[in-house]
């Protein structure tokens, strides 16, 4: 039986504090099973976006450790509003770690936003002497618009699907996203990091057609350009 507690791990450039692990190991043809009860207070990534999410969790599973890999699938990782069921694949001796598997976001409210929910399919790799990265699909739905003339306008709900990729000291990307609802179709890029938030993107509304738009919000200062590709019919001209 063990009871291991630590205040602080480093795995490459990712800070985890708050740890404590108990459980009883076995040892079966050369091959170590660990039985997973782990509780940690954080996780620090760099990226804001993440680590607002990665607090208070709890891992279980049961780890392996033989030929020199360490694996455990499936790994559940459960955090106040997120969780996942993920397949660890680690190398200690080169250094490098991989996460792979589908994670799914509780309701959550966003402050100005609505309510977010969605799943997921990520990819977490880690290698010495590289930053981390992380890739996946999305796709969810943003509800519960608490402005009416934002809801009224972009439709609500609003399903949303995009591609995203991360690494560390880099932007969030979304790639090759879309955007629908009943009053509006659109597709696009965007990006989110230090400096603000910036997206390019074009669609069809239902009532003011086709359009194209370039927008940013930077030290928390917006900027827009929405242009209508046929301006007359919307106004009704």
């Not at 827009?224 to 046929?230: D, E």
């Amino acid at each position: 039986f063990h009871d291991i507690t630590a205040s602080e791990l480093m795995l490459g450039e990712i800070r985890t504090v708050g740890l404590r692990q108990e459980g009883t190991g076995r040892l079966e043809d050369g091959t170590l099973r660990i039985p997973l009860k782990l509780a940690l207070g954080q996780i620090e990534t760099g990226s804001e976006i993440a680590d607002k999410e990665l607090t208070l969790g709890r891992i279980g599973g049961e780890l392996t450790y033989g030929g020199g890999r360490i694996r455990a699938n499936p790994l559940r990782v459960a955090f106040p509003r997120l969780s996942g069921q993920l397949a660890l694949d680690a190398d200690p001796i080169a250094g490098s770690l991989r996460l792979a598997g589908p994670v799914r976001l509780n309701p959550t409210l966003i402050d100005k936003l609505g309510t977010a929910q969605s799943g997921a399919h990520l990819d977490f790799a880690l290698a010495r002497g590289k930053p981390w990265s992380l890739r996946g699909q999305i796709d969810g739905t943003l509800s519960a618009l608490p402005n009416s003339t934002l809801a009224g306008i972009a439709g609500d709900p609003i399903a949303i699907k995009t591609g995203i990729a991360a690494a560390g000291g880099e932007p969030v990307r979304f790639e090759a996203f879309t955007l629908n609802s009943g009053q509006l179709d659109m597709a696009g890029a965007a990006q989110w990091g230090e400096v603000g938030f910036a997206v390019d993107a074009r669609g069809a509304h239902a009532t003011y057609g086709e359009f194209t738009l370039d927008a940013a919000i930077e030290e928390d200062r917006p900027r827009a350009v929405l242009a209508l590709v046929n301006p007359l019919p919307a106004a009704g001209l």
